[in-house]
């Protein structure tokens, strides 16, 4: 029988003979044989991530659509998109701690379950609440389901040549799922109807389910552990609260209580989470993660770059579709070369170049790239043509968010003590979550203002005919895309002051925090 040393812990990047226990994962004191099932096991792993990844976008395409049936208006639309990011970012260090204490297998099945269940109920939405909600409760299963299965995958391959191939494929859905929502959602939305961008996820989730009792090896929970409840409701409230602070902005204007209330109870509930976090007994969020000036640095970074990216995806379905006439699957189709673009900048370009260049340059290049494609964007007619006008700011955008990811991802990981890997990673996830969540609502606040103030002198009347409002949508999305500019550009120049003299590390090394 194996013999644990007392107080030791576990490193990721170490052989396996090493012993102990860290917060995110179990090693044991001997290197065991391989699971012979480990492969399948990733199958169904990769499942899961698919279809959480596959979930931030499908409904892009569909919203449209969507908003017609359901009777949605112009301010309230992101929901449909911040209800399920908010959800998943606000509560994803609360899910890491629950698969930690419940058992990660546990909770895998448990966020697959609830993922299909609410997927079923967004389906068959009678109106806007009732799919608001669902999306909310996806992403709140989501929280649960992404973390389990991350330290699922990281259990199973000890090997250090299968891990990075498990990690590969694991990562390349990361990448690569969001394009392939955006065409699935197409194809869904054109030839059935938008409901069945909900109803896809069933059949999937019920896939994985099938195959996690049998291929996956189950982790029991850790005893004497406790959950930050305290934690997870002044933050996730706070965020909530001012996201909907911003959405209330367009239709009541800035100086509305309904506006000004809401904002500064956003403020203060996460002044109280970070007073919280510094005295807890086991905080969602230790403060040491983010008292490092260059990993706050890049996680201020990944969150700028997320608030003025998101709002692409919203606005360029809708130019596409109503200004343009484009179907959903075209749409769908048109937005690869953002996806190629990442792929392409984070594997081939800032990968090769990491070593020997450092995080900053290539987080500020990526940016002021990504802020080009943005202001390309922002000259848009109601008559422009994809190849000569969309096409480039879409390579451009690709390429800057993949210079500006990897490098990120790297540096914000890099040098974290062995039992803070996992609460470093799940931080990076939720700076990520909520830049899409504020940026979505920001943007969308900005951009529906725009529409109505240029509608507002240039259709005075009781109307105005399909061109004026074409017009107006367009020229509201080009205010949109400038401020965007202007937020890449300051998340240009946080990398540049704040990610200084940092080599890049595997995380888990047993550096100071």
Wanted: hydrophobic share 50%; aromatic share 8%.
């Amino acid at each position: 029988m194996s013999k644990k040393r007392p107080g030791g812990e576990s490193l990721p990047s170490a052989p396996s003979t090493a012993t102990g226990t860290s917060p995110d994962h179990e090693v044991p004191a001997a290197t065991p044989a391989p699971d012979p099932k480990r492969w399948w096991a990733l199958a169904v792993i990769a499942l899961a991530q698919l279809m959480v990844i596959l979930d931030g976008t499908v409904v892009n395409i569909a919203l449209p659509s969507a908003q017609r049936a359901l009777g949605m208006s112009d301010a309230d639309r992101q929901w449909v998109i911040t209800a399920y990011t908010l959800a998943f970012g606000g509560l994803l260090l609360l899910g890491g701690r629950i698969a930690d204490l419940v058992g990660r297998r546990r909770t895998f099945v448990i966020g697959l379950a609830g993922f299909a269940a609410a997927s079923a109920l967004g389906g068959a939405a009678t109106g806007p609440g009732m799919l608001f909600g669902a999306r909310a409760l996806q992403g709140a299963f989501a929280a649960v389901l992404a973390p389990s299965a991350l330290s699922l995958l990281a259990t199973t391959f000890t090997d250090p040549k299968e891990r990075a191939r498990a990690f590969g494929v694991y990562g390349a859905l990361a990448g690569g799922g969001s394009a392939v929502g955006l065409i699935v959602g197409g194809l869904l939305t054109e030839y059935l109807n938008w409901r069945w961008s909900l109803y896809v996820n069933v059949p999937i989730a019920l896939a994985a389910l099938l195959g996690a009792p049998a291929f996956l090896r189950d982790r029991s929970g850790r005893r004497g552990g406790h959950l930050d409840v305290p934690g997870a409701l002044l933050g996730c409230g706070g965020l909530v609260a001012l996201v909907y602070g911003f959405s209330q902005a367009e239709p009541r204007g800035w100086s509305g209580p309904s506006v000004l209330t809401p904002l500064v109870a956003g403020v203060v509930l996460l002044t109280a989470f970070v007073w919280w976090q510094s005295r807890a007994a086991s905080p969602l969020l230790p403060l040491r993660i983010v008292r490092d000036r260059v990993r706050a640095g890049s996680l201020a970074t990944m969150g700028l770059a997320t608030i003025g990216m998101f709002g692409v995806f919203l606005f360029l379905t809708y130019y596409l579709q109503v200004v343009l006439g484009y179907p959903p699957v075209r749409t769908g189709l048109a937005f690869v070369p953002i996806s190629a673009g990442i792929v392409v900048g984070a594997t081939q370009i800032a990968a090769r170049l990491l070593p020997r260049t450092a995080p900053r340059t290539l987080m500020s290049s990526g940016m002021v790239l990504a802020a080009a494609g943005m202001v390309l964007l922002s000259s848009l007619t109601v008559h422009a043509q994809y190849v000569t006008h969309v096409l480039p700011a879409l390579l451009l955008l690709g390429l800057g968010m993949g210079l500006t990811f990897m490098p990120v991802y790297a540096t914000a990981t890099a040098g974290v003590p062995a039992q803070d890997a996992g609460v470093a990673s799940a931080v990076l996830n939720t700076v990520q979550q909520m830049g899409a969540s504020l940026g979505t609502v920001l943007l969308n606040t900005i951009a529906t203002s725009a529409t109505g103030r240029y509608l507002h002198s240039h259709a005075p009347g009781p109307g105005a005919d399909g061109e004026t409002l074409d017009q107006g949508m367009v020229h509201g999305f080009s205010v949109a895309y400038r401020c965007s500019a202007g937020v890449l550009l300051i998340a240009a120049l946080v990398a540049g002051l704040t990610v200084w003299h940092r080599t890049p590390k595997h995380a888990g090394n047993d550096a100071p925090a």
